[in-house]
């Protein structure tokens, strides 16, 4: 049975294909086995500088290629990526560097202040070229059902929280993504989503399960105009993105660019009203937007459109791993339109908060379930169809009946 930890897939992610272009980045490709290489050599300087299974290590950054190799030698050292969006002030990141129990920081020389300022007393890594000389060093054991990543998320429910995430959990989500959206021969992604949120984290390992070398043209940030000449210049296939993102896009003169390559859009993070959905796809009749839906606490993402298959309206079909069902305040299940709390069961679901009793935990053959909406749902062959009235994210798990 294969080894559901990072650490050992990005290992065998690195020697899977021959040498190729992987990342391109403002205006420069890099290859796969410099990456893998670079990959390595942090791992051995994070265990150089004492990092130790199980240490939470903040990487604070803007998309860049260094983020996905930060991920991958963590993982490789064993410790616990604790992702940080780099727009954030220094009394929220001092809220996370103590709550998570970080023992060191990653951040690039921009935003060092801000790191500098939280007070909080660890090492700070500004950029990697010093964890770069170290030695190359192999991925160290660890468990499925280790912590692999925590992930800090606020939205509707105040402050920022830990959510813990594990290797299995990450693993399976990220081999479901790979295997539910891919398509033989398109292989030139362009990803502008944060690669410190968890939809941008599950791309990255997504990545790490694929079947044919993949070219992933890289934006350090979102800018509308550019992500079109890159899409067009690069002659990408497909891409990730957000509602608001495609609200900017239509903005743009898209119609311009030669774009006949590019296939489909994967759209999260937000809901997508259909009025924009087919808006977009009136003016780009050849991109299809592939709809899914998921939050942190299910490893960014619960169900999805797969290519060919999509139901518009829909959220898609529940990812392979987890099962969805619709309950009332009782537990029971409701009928197709009724209005009802969405529970999420599989063995992917977060571990749990830090510090919280309210974790998930195997119960007999079933795994405990997740409430992670409440809101009309109808099931459709399959399909789940979101009604946003009455839509809230409560705060409590359900039983796994």
């Not at 992610?13 to 272009?21: I, K, L, T, V």
């Not at 509308?224 to 210049?233: D, E, S, T, V, Y």
């Not at 999509?310 to 079909?317: A, D, K, Q, T």
């Given at each position: 049975m294969t080894e559901?930890?990072?650490?050992?897939?990005?290992?065998?992610?690195?020697?899977?294909?021959?040498?190729?272009?992987a990342m391109y980045y403002e205006g420069v490709w890099h290859r796969s086995h410099e990456l893998a290489e670079r990959a390595r050599r942090m791992c051995g300087g994070f265990v150089a500088a004492g990092v130790r299974p199980g240490d939470r290590v903040a990487v604070m950054m803007a998309n860049s290629p260094e983020v996905p190799v930060l991920y991958q030698a963590l993982w490789a050292a064993g410790a616990v990526v604790?992702?940080?969006?780099?727009?954030?002030?220094?009394?929220?990141?001092?809220?996370?560097?103590?709550?998570?129990?970080?023992?060191?920081v990653v951040t690039s020389p921009e935003l060092e202040a801000?790191?500098?300022?939280?007070?909080?007393?660890?090492?700070?890594?500004?950029d990697t070229a010093e964890l770069e000389r170290a030695p190359g060093h192999g991925p160290v054991a660890r468990g499925p059902g280790d912590l692999a990543a925590l992930m800090y998320t606020g939205g509707t429910t105040g402050r920022a929280k830990g959510v813990m995430l594990s290797h299995r959990g990450l693993w399976q989500v990220g081999k479901a993504v790979w295997d539910t959206s891919y398509q033989e021969g398109k292989n030139r992604i362009i990803v502008p989503v944060p690669l410190s949120h968890s939809y941008g984290l599950i791309v990255t390992i997504a990545w790490m399960h694929a079947t044919e070398p993949q070219h992933a043209v890289l934006m350090r940030w979102f800018d509308?105009?550019?992500?079109?000449?890159?899409?067009?210049?690069q002659r990408v296939h497909y891409g990730t993105v957000v509602p608001a993102m495609l609200q900017m896009l239509l903005a743009e003169p898209l119609e311009s660019y030669p774009l006949p390559e590019l296939s489909h859009l994967t759209c999260g993070a937000a809901p997508l009203g259909r009025s924009l959905l087919e808006e977009f796809e009136r003016r780009l009749p050849g991109v299809r937007i592939l709809e899914g839906y998921g939050l942190t606490e299910t490893c960014a993402v619960t169900t999805f459109n797969p290519p060919g298959?999509?139901?518009?309206?829909?959220?898609?079909?529940?990812?392979?791993?987890?099962?969805i069902t619709?309950?009332?305040?009782?537990?029971?299940?409701?009928e197709a339109?009724?209005?009802?709390?969405?529970?999420?069961?599989?063995?992917?679901?977060?571990?749990?908060?830090?510090?919280?009793?309210?974790?998930?935990?195997?119960?007999g053959p079933r795994w405990g379930s997740l409430i992670t909406r409440i809101c009309r749902a109808i099931g459709i062959n399959g399909f789940f169809v979101l009604d946003q009235v009455e839509?809230?994210?409560?705060?409590?798990?359900?039983?796994s009946g």
């Open positions: 559901q930890t990072l650490g050992r897939l990005a290992e065998e992610s690195w020697g899977r294909f021959a040498d190729h272009d604790t992702p940080v969006v780099f727009l954030v002030g220094a009394e929220e990141l001092r809220h996370i560097l103590l709550d998570s129990g970080a023992v060191a801000t790191v500098r300022a939280t007070g909080v007393d660890i090492p700070v890594h500004v509308p105009g550019q992500f079109l000449k890159l899409a067009a210049g298959r999509r139901r518009i309206g829909s959220v898609g079909l529940p990812l392979p791993g987890y099962s619709v309950r009332d305040s009782d537990g029971e299940a409701v339109g009724e209005v009802g709390e969405i529970c999420v069961s599989g063995e992917p679901l977060m571990l749990g908060y830090p510090g919280s009793s309210a974790v998930l935990r195997p119960s839509c809230r994210v409560p705060r409590r798990g359900c039983g």
